[in-house]
């Protein structure tokens, strides 16, 4: 595996795989990285013939200070994993390299509409925008010809799909279904920082949406939500949201439609803010 830390150079070694008509793949990621990530770097393998990871924790996409701070680092391991799993080009420059502007620099400011507004959008002021920012210097950077990001963050797909749209990047973006644990628990960087007390709990977030899932033909949705929404919060989270939407655009439902359904939920153990959702398929359709 290779490593740059330039955009330069990183532009240099994927000129000579492009003339040589291999197919680029991109897995973006802020490192710390599990088997989720692998599963990305594993279907990016099996798609194209050079695989690019970048690692770096992005600064205008944290709107708490103190997440970016703890936000965990650890890419001696992160390297070994990649390296195992067959990556062949490691990106991982600094902030400098990402921001020559600086972090406080004048940004492009992205037109997401809608999708801004919900869920992720609303309790995380900004966060997209510096999606936004990062995913586009990033695919500016190694051009890739697929792009292959996580289920897990299903906001952040619709947003890419739109950031692809609005910056007529022709990169294909391929959706990988969210790696769990054993026990339900949605694979994230942030579940190292769970204590064991709060990582019992933490899977509880997988079986609210699990009860979300069974229950939806048969109960009023606002009954559905406020009996999961106190499952967790009896389990001792703070509930941002817990919502049914439309999977196809997120539009938020009060009753069950006949597509594909979604539903998603943001919830705080402590200082750690966890994220998780399940595509309900209508009959007919596939999901996970
Ligand atoms: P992150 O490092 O958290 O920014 O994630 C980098 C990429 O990995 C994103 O596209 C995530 O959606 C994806 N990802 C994170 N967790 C998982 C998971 N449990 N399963 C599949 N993909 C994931």
Redesign the pocket.
């Known amino acids: 595996m290779y490593l740059f830390k330039e955009i330069a150079r990183l532009q240099e070694a994927l000129e000579q795989e492009k003339t040589a008509g291999r197919r680029i793949g991109f ?6 990285l ?1 088997e ?2 692998l ?2 770097i594993r279907a990016a393998k099996a798609a194209t013939d050079v695989v690019v990871c970048s690692i770096f924790v992005n600064p205008t996409q944290f709107n708490d200070p103190k997440d970016f701070e703890k936000y965990p680092v650890t890419i001696k391991e992160d390297i070994l994993k990649l390296t195992g799993g067959g990556t062949n080009i490691l990106f991982l420059p600094s902030v400098a390299e990402m921001y020559p502007e600086g972090v406080n620099g004048r940004q492009p400011h992205y037109d997401f509409g809608y999708l801004e507004t919900v869920l992720e959008g609303a309790h995380r002021p900004n966060h997209f925008q510096g999606v936004g920012i990062i995913v586009h210097k990033l695919l500016q950077a190694v051009q890739p010809d697929d792009l ?6 299903f906001q ?2 619709m947003i890419i799909k739109r950031l692809l749209e609005i910056t007529q990047i022709p990169s294909k973006l391929h959706i ?5 644990e054993k026990d339900g628990l ?4 942030r579940n190292m920082r769970l204590d064991p007390a709060a990582r019992q709990i933490a899977t509880r977030i997988s079986q609210a949406l699990g009860y979300v899932k069974e229950n939806i033909r048969s109960l009023p949705f606002n009954i559905i939500k406020e009996n999961a929404s106190k499952q967790l919060q009896d389990a001792g989270y703070q509930v941002d949201y817990i919502e049914i939407a439309d999977a196809s655009d997120l539009q938020l439902l009060k009753e069950p439609v006949d597509r594909n359904m979604v539903v998603l939920a943001a919830a705080k153990l402590g200082e750690v803010r966890l994220i998780d959702n399940m595509i309900i398929a209508s009959p007919g359709h596939a999901g996970s």
Do not use: I
Not at 27 to 32: E, F, L, S
Not at 148 to 153: C, E, I, L, T
């Open positions: 897995v973006p990621t802020m490192g710390a599990h989720g990530h599963s990305l292959f990001m996580g289920q897990k963050d952040q797909c990988c279904p969210t790696l769990r949605a694979m994230s960087s």
